[in-house]
């Protein structure tokens, strides 16, 4: 089964609307974390923001927060005032507790949306 | 700071070659990883290292890929021989050791664009 589900394989936004790119997550632990990155066409990937799975508050920076449903085990980010800069794929990450992993460290992506944000 | 530097930026070779993919972590890291990034199969994580220390390989496809960090500051990822579905990008990726391990966020490089003839 998939640990990370992205099913928005390419969206698009006018610029300086919000624009919100879902990510549902399969995991059995109880502690574990989420990240959001970004990867322009230039390649590297930025990291954007992370939710901790014990963490009450939606995480936010900036132009982006993580709307954080753990019952539904969803974690979208919401892009607010997207500009055309933002244009790039953007994928969601998990790094499972160590219930189901041990001790492993790395994260498992998501196959990522491609945003396209149009003036 | 310097982030994590990867080198080359882009290889071309021809089948049958032998491929070096190098990495420095940023510094104090102490997890390395090396992720391939292909349109069928996304990021995939190939191996990471504790301390220099291989941890998982699992994710190393054949033995014509093999890994190493001699040091803290320095990691290869090496293919031999190369073949065309190794064409790809390769990532090298370093986090830190926190308390919390679910917090810890990988800093990626800019990735080795290898494609294979």
């Known amino acids: 089964a998939q640990k990370i589900t992205q099913t928005q394989p390419g969206m698009f936004v006018q610029e300086k609307e919000a624009v919100t790119l879902d990510c549902t997550y399969d995991?059995?632990?109880?502690?574990?974390?989420l990240f959001w990155y970004k990867q322009p066409s230039s390649g590297e990937m930025i990291f954007l923001i992370y939710?901790?799975?014990?963490?009450?508050q939606n995480a936010t920076e900036g132009r982006y927060s993580l709307n954080f449903q753990k019952a539904r085990k969803s974690a979208n980010l919401v892009i607010s005032a997207s500009q055309l800069g933002d244009s790039a794929m953007y994928f969601c990450?998990?790094?499972?507790?160590?219930?189901?992993?041990?001790?492993?460290?790395?994260?498992?992506f998501g196959s990522g949306t491609q945003l396209t944000v149009l003036p | 700071d310097a982030g994590v530097i990867q080198s080359p930026r882009h290889e071309v070779t021809e089948m049958g070659q032998e491929v070096t993919l190098r990495c420095k972590p940023i510094?104090?890291?102490?997890?390395l990883f090396w992720y391939r990034q292909t349109m069928m199969r996304g990021l995939e994580l190939l191996i990471y290292?504790?301390?220099?220390?291989?941890?998982?390989d699992s994710g190393m496809p054949e033995d014509r890929f093999s890994a190493k960090m001699p040091n803290a500051s320095f990691s290869t990822l090496k293919i031999q021989p190369s073949e065309p579905r190794d064409s790809a990008v390769y990532f090298c990726?370093?986090?830190?050791?926190?308390?919390?391990?679910?917090?810890?966020?990988?800093?990626f490089g800019s990735g080795t664009q290898l494609s294979v003839l």
């Open positions: 990726a370093s986090s830190l050791r926190l308390r919390r391990a679910t917090n810890e966020k990988l800093f």
């Open positions: 995991t059995s632990d109880q502690s574990y974390g």
């Open positions: 939710q901790g799975s014990y963490d009450e």
């Open positions: 990450a998990m790094r499972e507790g160590v219930q189901s992993s041990g001790s492993a460290r790395q994260l498992t």
């Open positions: 510094s104090g890291h102490d997890y």
């Open positions: 290292f504790n301390n220099n220390v291989p941890i998982d």
